[in-house]
């Protein structure tokens, strides 16, 4: 591939990544993984177009993290710029519902 892309062109890719990522819903909780706050770090490689996703889950025993990673694989198949998709579960920082966006936290009731 070897295309060279500029800082504005992969943030917008970063952007894209993200907003199909908001399409990733955490079944137990019914919103998705940006919202709840799991999505820690999107690494794109710009010439290759691989791309880690570095996440969290909101236990370390949660039984969703192969749902997850397969929906996540499932999303990113919408933005073409993604070559591979490789998610990095990470544990540290630990989730807290601070991470969570408004949304989810009214969404949630939680204050």
Request: proline share 4%.
């Amino acid at each position: 591939m070897n295309e060279t892309r500029s800082k504005q062109e992969v943030e917008e890719i970063k952007e894209r990544i993200l907003t199909a990522l908001e399409t990733v819903i955490d079944p137990e909780l019914g919103i998705d993984i940006v919202n709840l706050g799991l999505i820690y770090d999107i690494e794109f490689e710009s010439e290759t177009g691989e791309t880690i996703i570095k996440m969290t889950l909101t236990t370390m025993g949660c039984p969703l993290a192969d749902i997850l990673t397969d929906q996540i694989h499932q999303a990113l198949v919408e933005v073409p710029e993604v070559t591979k998709t490789e998610v990095k579960l990470v544990w540290y920082p630990a989730w807290t519902t601070d991470k969570m966006s408004r949304y989810a936290r009214i969404a949630l009731g939680i204050r």
